[in-house]
Structures are given as structure tokens and as C-alpha cells.
């Protein structure tokens, strides 16, 4: 029988070799692109599953992809970093970041490479996966909450309430979060859509009844109110 000259299969195992290495390269090249938070390195914020969920009072079904979003609402401290000097009702680095217009909101969250959550997105990630009337249950519970306070104590520093399911602090009460939702309003005097958005969740200073995971109201985009601040999404 004929013999395999030794050249070839040494040549041979040189290809396998290289065919391996770029194999690996294209790997590596291929991680390298990946974004970041693919494998959960966004410390600060929770992944929301994919899926159905039932959204706002009339309970109607919608199908979300998967984000990520704030764990709690956006700092004083790390508003400061970003935008600069701001001017708060209630100062503390803690505490959450308000007197902000939805433009603002919307400019820190965009220079972060982050954006602001959808009305549909904030509910979904405030039910925390609950059908109960709050994440927690069926009742208020002051151990969920920050509400029913008075307007000269105003808010409380983010993250000291019990969170819900995904890891979400204070989506219930502390303050209202601004949305990207636009409410498409129409003038009553002029005709033309008034320029307002979606905020959720309540506030500090409202009562029980207004700190539900589908708790909203409309206010104009240029708002700065004392009781009103956001987090972000991507």
C-alpha cells in the first residue's frame, strides 16, 4: 500500500490548525461587538423580560421585547454629574431628582445612551410580574411606599422601600416618573395637540389610592414640579 508522504499530513494539521485559530478570532470579534448588557453587567439596572402583559385599567394585552431599566429613579447626585447645577425643591444627593422637565429627562437619559421608558414599558416593570391591585398585594403597605406624606416633608431618598419582583425600588409613590408617552391632547381653544407626556407611579403627597403601578395623569413637557422625576431605560 501506498504511504502518506509526511509533508501532507503535517500540512495538514497546520490547516486544522489555522481553520481553528480564525474560528476563534471570529468569536472573540463577535463578542467584542455584543452590547454590553447582554449578559446582565447592567449593575444599575434590571432586565424586563419579553413577553404579554396586561396594561392600564381597562387591562388590555400587549406584547413587549425586552429592556433594561433604572433600579430606582434618578439621583440628585448623578443628575448633577451629567446636566450640571439643577435647582431641587427637596435637596439631597439621595433623594430623587425633580423640578426636571421631560426634556431634561429625556437629554440625561440620551447622554447615558439610555432613553426614557414607555407608559407600557413603566407599568410592565412596576407590576413586577403581580396582578394585584400594587406589585405587593392588595392593600397599601407603608413597608412598599412612600405616599400619603405631607407636601413640607416632601420625598425621601430612593432605594429605602422593600422593591418589587425585578428589583424596582419606588416605582409606587416617592415621585411621579416621566414617560416618553405623549397624552395627544387636543387644545380646546386653539385645536392643536397640546404638548404634554405620561407620568406614573404617584408621589410622596397623594394618597393610596393614586400609587398603583398603572396610577398616571398627563402634564405639559416643560413641567418642573417638586413631585415629579424619572428614570431610564434601554
Known sequence: PRSTPLYSSAASDVYKRHDMLRHIISILILIALLPDNLFGNETEMALIPSG??????????????????DKTEVTQQKYKEVMGRANFSFKGENHPAEQISWYKAASYCKKLGKRLPSQEEWEKAAKGQTKTKYFWGKKPDAAYAWYGGDYDLGHHPVGQKKPN????????????????????????????????????????????????????????AKSRLFNVGFRCAK
Not at 385599567?57 to 425586552?66: F, G, P, T
Not at 391632547?185 to 398603572?214: C, H, Q, W
Open 52 to 69: 404579554e402583559s396586561k396594561i392600564g385599567v381597562s387591562k388590555r394585552l400587549i406584547d413587549l421585547d425586552s429592556f433594561y431599566i
Open 165 to 220: 419582583s425585578f428589583g424596582l425600588f419606588d416605582t409606587s409613590g416617592n415621585v411621579w416618573e416621566w414617560t416618553s408617552t405623549a397624552d395627544a391632547k387636543l387644545s380646546e381653544y386653539s385645536g392643536e395637540t397640546l404638548d404634554k407626556r405620561v407620568v406614573m407611579g404617584g408621589a410622596f403627597n397623594v394618597s393610596a389610592n393614586l400609587i398603583t403601578p398603572s396610577s398616571r395623569m398627563s402634564l405639559y
